[in-house]
Structure formats: C-alpha cells, structure tokens
C-alpha cells in the first residue's frame, strides 16, 4: 500500500513536471514566432528600401532615364514614342513601389508617425500640375489594388479627376 501511495505521488510529480515543461515549451515558442516576425519585418523593409534606391539609382545613373523622367516631369509633350513609353514604365513601376508601400503600411509595418510624410508627398505628386502621374495613373490604375486605388483616386478627385 505504502509503495502504491510513493508511485502515485512519484506519477503526479512528473505529471506536473511534464505540464511545467509544455507551457515552457508553449512560451518559448511563442517568443521565437514574435522573433521570427520582427525578422520578417525588418527583411521586408529591407527589401522596399533596396527597390526605392534601385530605382531613384536608375534616375540618377542613366541619362536617359534621368531625361525622361525630368521632361516628363516638366510637362512637357514626350515628342516620340519611345521616351513617352520608357516615361510610362518610369512612372508606371514608381506607383506600383506606392502600392506595395501602402500595403505594407496597411499591415502595420510603417508607424504612422514614419508613413505621413510619405502620403503627404504623393499626394502633392499627384495633384501637382503637369507631372504626368496622374495621367498615367489614370490609364493604369485599374491594375492596383482597390484599396490603394481608392486612396490615390480621393487625391485625383480633389483635382478634378481623370480627364
């Protein structure tokens, strides 16, 4: 009878042990997946800046691209059809690096203290006069997503909309 009592005492304690070790376990885990998110995060952001430098770098390094992009920034009538295409894609590939910002800001990887200044300048991009982004982005803009669609939209339409 005593040696009955010593085994169940003996079953119980490892019983307990065993459920310290899971919620042990359960802890640890979950501070390895917050770990692995904030790495996630950090790679995202990572990855966003190396595009937005990639392509401010091709601006900066390729005459012709640099020339597109200032006379079409300028307002300018793109006289042939090859600097008005490369102009398209220009602009075409810098509202699809918004969306993809927007996006990430959406699920909360931009503070909203970060992400303002950002929104206020493409805003001013986009109800500024002349620059062609609005008239690209209403030729293109059925190719975005509808939430950032719906934002960029509220800004053309303050300005008059899409011609």
């Known amino acids: 009878m005593k040696y009955k009592m010593n085994l169940d005492k003996l079953n119980q304690f490892l019983t307990l042990l065993a459920n310290l070790g899971v919620i042990a376990g359960i802890v640890f885990l979950a501070m390895e997946v917050q770990q ?47 600097q008005a295409n490369s102009y398209l894609m220009l602009i075409s590939s810098n509202l699809r690096i918004w969306e993809n910002e927007w996006y990430q800001y959406s699920k909360g990887l931009y503070e909203e203290d970060e992400f303002t200044p950002r929104i ?14 609005r008239r690209i982005w209403c030729l293109r803009k059925d190719s975005f997503s509808t939430d950032f669609q719906s934002v960029i939209d509220s800004w053309v339409q303050d300005v008059g909309g899409c011609e």
Do not use: C, H, P
């Not at 995202?44 to 401010?56: F, G, Y």
């Not at 012709?64 to 006379?71: D, K």
């Not at 206020?120 to 982004?133: F, H, L, P, T, V």
């Open 36 to 82: 692995n998110t904030s790495m996630m995060e950090a790679q995202t952001r990572d990855a966003m800046t190396d595009k937005l430098i990639n392509w401010q770098l091709s601006l900066a390094t390729d005459l012709y691209t640099s020339q597109t992009f200032v006379t079409g920034n300028a307002g300018e009538l793109l006289d042939n059809s090859a």
């Open 120 to 133: 206020n300048r493409w805003k001013g991009i986009m109800q500024g006069e002349g620059n062609g982004y």
